[in-house]
T-cell receptor, first 115, second 114 residues
Framework: AQSVTQLGSHVSVSEGALVLLRCNYS??????LFWYVQYPNQGLQLLLK??????LVKGINGFEAEFKKSETSFHLTKPSAHMSDAAEYFC?????????????FGQGTELSVKP | ETGVTQSPTHLIKTRGQQVTLRCSSQ?????VSWYQQALGQGPQFIFQ???????GRGNFPPRFSGLQFPNYSSELNVNALELDDSALYLC?????????????FGPGTRLTVL
C-alpha cells in the first residue's frame, strides 16, 4: 500500500535560514506528489505538485521541491524563511492511473520560524 | 481563497446522532473529495464524487455516506456518531477525477462529538 513519511513532526528555523522539510514515499507505480500548507484554522493550500515533468518543481511563496526516484523522496525547500512561513506542511501522493483521485497524506510537519 | 466553501464552520453533536456537512465546489469543478483530519494528523480520504456518482472510497464504514448534486455541490452524512468522529472535515474540489488534477480545499467543518 502507498504511504508517505514526513521526517520530523516539528522543524524550527531562524528567519532567513534555509527551510528543509523531508518527505519520502512508497509506491509501486510512478506517483504524483504534492505539497500543501495549512495555516491555523484554515484548509489546505497547494504549494506545488510533481506530475512527471521536470523533477525540480517550483511553487508559490519561493518554495521548491525535487523528485528523486532513486531515493523515493520529494523534499520541500526554501532558501530563506520568513515569519509568515510558520504553518503545518503536508506531503501527499497520488498514484498514476488511480481512479478516484485519492490523495494519501503524511502526518505533517509543523514549521516554526524564530525571529 | 480557493472558492470552495463549507458549512457549518463548527458543529457539536452527541454520540449516536447524525450529522450532515455541506460543500460548494469551485466554479467549473465537477469533482468533490472529502477528507477527515483528526487532531495532529494528516487528512484521511473518505470518498470522492465525480458527476454525481461515488468514484472512490477510503477505509471508512458505511455510516459515512455522501451525495453530489447536479450543481456539483456535495454533502457528507455521518450516522450513529462516535467519539472518534470528532475531527476537521475537509472538502476539496477539482476539475476532474485524474490523479494529476489539483484538489482545492475548503476551510473545513470542525465536528465535535460529545
Amino acid at each position: 500500500a502507498q504511504s508517505v513519511t514526513q521526517l520530523g513532526s516539528h522543524v524550527s528555523v531562524s528567519e532567513g535560514a534555509l527551510v528543509l522539510l523531508r518527505c519520502n514515499y512508497s509506491s509501486s507505480v510512478p506517483p504524483y506528489l504534492f505539497w500543501y500548507v495549512q495555516y491555523p484554522n484554515q484548509g489546505l493550500q497547494l504549494l506545488l505538485k510533481y506530475t512527471s515533468a521536470a523533477t525540480l518543481v517550483k511553487g508559490i511563496n519561493g518554495f521548491e521541491a525535487e523528485f528523486k526516484k532513486s531515493e523515493t523522496s520529494f523534499h520541500l525547500t526554501k532558501p530563506s524563511a520568513h515569519m509568515s512561513d510558520a504553518a503545518e506542511y503536508f506531503c501527499a501522493v497520488s498514484e498514476a492511473g488511480n481512479q478516484g483521485g485519492k490523495l494519501i497524506f503524511g502526518q505533517g510537519t509543523e514549521l516554526s520560524v524564530k525571529p | 481563497e480557493t472558492g470552495v466553501t463549507q458549512s457549518p464552520t463548527h458543529l457539536i453533536k452527541t454520540r449516536g446522532q447524525q450529522v450532515t456537512l455541506r460543500c460548494s465546489s469551485q466554479s467549473g469543478h465537477n469533482t468533490v473529495s472529502w477528507y477527515q483530519q483528526a487532531l495532529g494528523q494528516g487528512p484521511q480520504f473518505i470518498f470522492q464524487y465525480y458527476r454525481e456518482e461515488e468514484n472512490g472510497r477510503g477505509n471508512f464504514p458505511p455510516r459515512f455516506s455522501g451525495l453530489q448534486f447536479p450543481n456539483y455541490s456535495s454533502e457528507l452524512n455521518v450516522n450513529a456518531l462516535e467519539l472518534d468522529d470528532s475531527a476537521l472535515y475537509l472538502c476539496a474540489s477539482s476539475q476532474g477525477q485524474a490523479s494529476t488534477d489539483t484538489q482545492y480545499f475548503g476551510p473545513g467543518t470542525r465536528l465535535t462529538v460529545l
